[in-house]
């Protein structure tokens, strides 16, 4: 199975800009790339997902490299509430219940 | 609002009692999963249903079982509860596509003394 890395922890100043990045050497042409933040004492929420294209929403931006063997989600200017733990996974097509979870990075902004 | 429930948030057991999780979304989603997270694993599988009365297996099934009777409720049963179940316990639901995001409830902290 498809898996991710990315560092245990990073820290961010308020109103920066926080790029977390995730490796994921072994991604499959059909792995959609997922991002979900799961803040204390809560279940995990989605933040954004993308295949091949960068992607943007209202929470955060995803860029993808060209051979897709890394992406880095883009926190625009990053808030006090946006310190959560960030899980990047990779997420089949179809057999998309075969998915790792992993560690992911912990968030932590700096007032 | 979409949503994802869990029936407790916290609940408190002792060894060798039946434990039931129960899990209800209101999306009409056909995939709902049951996960635990321990600190240092991140979430694991523990089993997923693809439909009604259809299940499963994930990472760590064992001591586990699961029932789906109807389409928005999924529950995960623990037999007779040990000691090393004690752990948070997260049920999510999602589309039929990897393209789906999946939507997690706020989990069930179990406590089994």
């Known amino acids: 199975d498809a898996k991710t890395t990315q560092p245990n922890s990073m820290e961010s100043n308020e109103e920066e800009p926080v790029h977390l990045p995730c490796n994921h050497s072994?991604?499959?042409?059909?792995?959609?790339i997922h991002w979900y933040r799961q803040l204390p004492s809560q279940g995990p929420e989605y933040v954004i997902h993308?295949?091949?294209s960068n992607v943007n929403n209202r929470m955060a931006s995803l860029a993808i490299a060209e051979d897709r063997k890394s992406s880095t989600l883009i926190l625009h200017r990053a808030t006090l509430r946006d310190a959560a733990v960030y899980y990047c996974i990779l997420r089949a097509i179809y057999n998309f219940n075969k998915f790792y979870f992993g560690s992911g990075t912990k968030l932590n902004v700096k007032p | 609002d979409v949503k994802v429930t869990q029936s407790s948030r916290y609940l408190v057991k002792r060894t060798g009692e039946k434990v039931f999780l129960e899990c209800v979304q209101d999306m009409d989603h056909e995939n709902m999963f049951w996960y635990r997270q321990d600190p240092g694993l991140g979430l694991r599988l523990i089993y997923f249903s693809y439909d009604v009365k259809m299940k499963e297996k994930g990472d760590i099934p064992e001591g586990y079982s699961v029932s789906r009777e109807k389409k928005e409720r999924f529950s995960l049963i623990l037999e007779s509860a040990s000691t090393n179940q004690t752990s948070m316990y997260l049920c999510a639901s999602t589309g039929m596509t990897g393209r789906n995001e999946q939507f997690f409830g706020p989990g069930t902290r179990l406590t089994v003394l």
């Open positions: 072994t991604i499959s042409g059909t792995d959609y």
């Open positions: 993308g295949l091949t």
